[in-house]
């Protein structure tokens, strides 16, 4: 699954993923690999922007599921 971010949320360091509920095995930069930090609770699901490099374009976020 991947998340495109176009610009920087209002929020600045997160975007909340409403719904996201089935568990998440790791999210990382699509661009470099570098992982992401998430929170799931159950209503959805936290994505944390601290530290992220940012694309002037489209930032995308690689987030895979765990499938049973």
Do not use: C, R
């Not at 509920?21 to 998430?38: D, R």
């Amino acid at each position: 699954m991947y998340l495109h971010l176009l610009q920087m949320p209002d929020t600045k360091n997160f975007v909340f993923i409403d719904g996201l509920t089935q568990k998440i095995k790791q999210a990382s930069l699509f661009i470099n690999q570098q992982k992401v930090a998430f929170k799931q609770i159950p209503e959805g699901t936290f994505v944390y922007l601290n530290d992220i490099n940012w694309s002037d374009i489209d930032t995308v976020i690689d987030i895979t599921l765990q499938y049973m």
